[in-house]
């Protein structure tokens, strides 16, 4: 075999090998892409099933829930959703975004009532009242503007309580919510409740609206 020939049998070689490589990732990719459609078919089906979440709902213990100390959304509506949040909770900055999805989507047809959990350091309760002036005052749009800001920034530099506003009396409600709570054993934020159902174990907080969605869709 002379040189040309050895170089062109090198060169041929190489980009049969390189061709396979190529081939052999993706195919890898091809399949990776095929699990993971079925996977999100598979949960989508399972997050849209109406009733099958509603089966697994109804099987929790119903609670008469404490008085919470605001309100979102439409006040008369049948389909009630309960969240006891905090401040100081990673998981809640997604709750709180997946709240502003269902009120701009359903704010007409569904009660958002919200709790807080309290912190033991009275200093960091403090943006809870703040919070609750701001709502008293301006409403739920500023009330979910300012909640938007806090997850993002830690501060509420742009809010302050309103003259007038009673913390004494926000104090006291705080407790009381709270205190039914840790009778219950709940004590993990956010916790979520459904019509007085807490949400079941079995399916991710994260897939919220669907479930909100669904239930709203069902009873039109």
Known sequence: MNVESLASFLIYGVLYLL?????????????????LRSEIISKNRTVRSYEVFMNTLEKQKNQELPEPILVLGNTNSGIELTVLTSLYCGMCKELTDIIG???????????INILFKTQPVEERNQ??????????THG????????????KHKNL????????????????ALHQSNQWFAQQGIISTPSIFINGYEFPVEYDKEDLYYYIEGIIENNK
Not at 140 to 151: G, L, N
């Open 140 to 151: 739920s749009q500023e009330f979910m503007k300012a909640m938007y800001f806090w997850f």
């Open 157 to 172: 530099a742009p809010w302050f309580i309103d003259t007038g506003y009673n913390i004494e009396e926000t104090k006291t």
């Open 127 to 136: 943006y809870l009242y703040i919070l609750h002036s701001v709502f008293l």
């Open 101 to 111: 999805h269902i009120l701009f989507a359903y704010e007409d047809e569904v009660k």
């Open 19 to 35: 061709i396979l490589i190529l081939w052999m990732q993706i195919r890898k990719y091809m399949e990776q892409n095929r699990t």
